[in-house]
């Protein structure tokens, strides 16, 4: 199981937000790049970052924090947020990016995630970022008429190499994940899934390392890793020890 710290930026800073509402935002840090160098300090080894106003506005508006992360850590990044082209995709793969998110692009234009995915297999992920059960697009401020397991379906055969499912309701109010939702999604496709939104202790690394939920690839961590409610380095520890004994 991989935890993932997320790095969301809004106006150059890293911030979280409350349910994706960007009038809700807390900042964590002036400098994103030394935020994301602490992360892969502690033992992280991979990054999610969301460029958050490119999301909204529809294409990068936070590249130079991007850039600067990439130019600051050497573990691998997935990035999200405004990106609906293969022109930004390959930029970003250009420039660093281990695994660009499509989001907005999956729902308005799948063929898209298709051609990206041919043409650099293994580095294309689905955001799948659900509100009452529906795909939300456009940085959640608009919602499809698609369900998640739709979406999922839609991409089975196209080489997406991860999707990354986020349950906005309890995104960034530390509830806990939608573990049930997530193992159901996990169990229907043969594509690894990411769980976002709502991670907000030691208790939900406990429940994702059970034996009914390991088929959930990973998790995503946000405002319990930046206030405290959880230990990085014990939450690393507990996986590295789960890995451990069940390889023996």
């Known amino acids: 199981m991989k935890l993932i710290p997320a790095i969301d930026l809004k106006d150059g800073h890293c911030v979280r937000l409350v349910q994706g509402d960007m009038d809700q935002a807390t900042i964590f840090s002036d400098a994103p790049h030394s935020q994301a160098k602490a992360f892969e300090d502690l033992g992280f080894d991979y990054l999610?970052?969301?460029?958050?106003?490119?999301?909204?506005e529809g294409e990068p508006v936070n590249a130079n924090a991007v850039e600067q992360i990439l130019n600051s850590v050497s573990m691998p990044t997935q990035l999200g947020g405004g990106i609906r082209d293969m022109a930004t995709i390959t930029k970003w793969l250009e420039k660093g990016v281990s695994r660009v998110i499509l989001g907005t692009a999956a729902v308005e234009n799948p063929d898209l995630v298709r051609q990206a995915s041919r043409e650099f297999p293994g580095h294309i992920a689905v955001g799948l970022d659900a509100k009452d059960g529906l795909v939300a697009v456009r940085g959640w401020a608009?919602?499809?008429?698609?369900?998640?397991?739709?979406?999922?379906?839609?991409?089975?055969?196209?080489?997406?190499?991860?999707?990354?499912?986020t349950d906005i309701a309890r995104d960034g109010i530390l509830t806990g994940l939608n573990l049930d939702a997530t193992a159901t999604l996990a169990k229907s496709t043969s594509i690894p899934i990411?769980?976002?939104?709502?991670?907000?202790?030691?208790?939900?690394?406990?429940?994702?390392?059970?034996?009914?939920?390991?088929?959930?690839?990973?998790?995503?961590?946000?405002?319990?890793?930046?206030?405290?409610?959880?230990?990085?380095?014990?939450?690393?520890?507990?996986?590295?020890?789960?890995e451990t004994a069940r390889d023996q």
């Open 48 to 56: 999610h970052i969301v460029d958050l106003n490119g999301a909204f």
């Open 142 to 165: 608009e919602t499809s008429q698609l369900t998640v397991a739709q979406m999922t379906e839609r991409f089975t055969d196209a080489g997406v190499a991860a999707i990354i499912f």
């Open 194 to 242: 990411i769980a976002s939104g709502g991670l907000s202790s030691l208790e939900d690394i406990k429940s994702l390392l059970l034996p009914e939920y390991n088929m959930i690839y990973g998790a995503i961590t946000g405002r319990a890793i930046y206030d405290g409610r959880l230990d990085a380095v014990e939450a690393l520890s507990l996986i590295s020890a789960h």
